[in-house]
Each structure stands twice: as structure tokens, then as C-alpha cells.
Nanobody
Framework: QVQLVESGGGLVQPGGSLRLSCATS????????MAWYRQFPGREREQVAA???????AYTDSVKGRFTISRDSAKNTATLQMNNLNPDDTAIYYC???????????WGQGTQVTVSS
């Protein structure tokens, strides 16, 4: 059974930092790219950052220079380090493992990030 479990969300003041983690099980981690998405109320999920199985990374423009995605193959975990957060970053953040060749996508349950003073 495939499981993706996010952790690390919470309430932070503007300018603060949070580190999200996504622990995976049930997949061959090295065969999957990992991504973080976020969803604002009433809107569709949008991709925030992704890291390929080769370590190549990509970011949406609004988080470049503030967020860093990484992966740890020893722990089968992906992380999203978020710095200099602002209220516009408030959303539910989801982790996704995907393999385009196998056409497989797996999602975590989401974790709330709230940026407010």
C-alpha cells in the first residue's frame, strides 16, 4: 500500500519559515519524481516545486529564492523548506509522487500552512 504522509505545517508569522516533510512508503522512491502543490480556497491545486529522480528541481515563479525542495533517498522523504513566508503562501500543501512512464500519481493528505500575524 502506497502512503505519503506530510508533516510540518502550522501557523507562522510573516517573514518566518516552515519545513514540510513528506514521508513515503510502498513505492520505489528512486523511481519517482516528487512535487509539492498547494491549494487556495476555491481554487485548483497548483504546483509549487518539483524534484526529479535525478535531483533536478523546478519552482513556480512566486516561490523562487524563498522555497527549496529536496529529497533524501535514504529516508524515502521529500522536504520543502519555506523561508520568508508571506500571507499569500497560506494554503493547504500537498505532496505528490509521480512517475510519468508508469502513469502513476500518489498524493498525501495535505497539511495546512497559515501565515498570519
Amino acid at each position: 500500500q502506497v502512503q505519503l504522509v506530510e508533516s510540518g505545517g502550522g501557523l507562522v508569522q510573516p517573514g518566518g519559515s516552515l519545513r514540510l516533510s513528506c514521508a513515503t512508503s510502498g513505492i520505489i522512491f528512486r523511481a519517482y519524481a516528487m512535487a509539492w502543490y498547494r491549494q487556495f480556497p476555491g481554487r485548483e491545486r497548483e504546483q509549487v516545486a518539483a524534484v526529479g529522480s535525478d535531483g533536478t528541481t523546478a519552482y513556480t515563479d512566486s516561490v523562487k529564492g524563498r522555497f527549496t525542495i529536496s529529497r533524501d533517498s535514504a529516508k524515502n522523504t521529500a522536504t520543502l523548506q519555506m523561508n520568508n513566508l508571506n500571507p499569500d503562501d497560506t494554503a493547504i500543501y500537498y505532496c505528490k509522487a509521480f512517475n510519468i512512464w508508469l502513469k502513476q500519481n500518489y498524493w498525501g493528505q495535505g497539511t495546512q500552512v497559515t501565515v498570519s500575524s
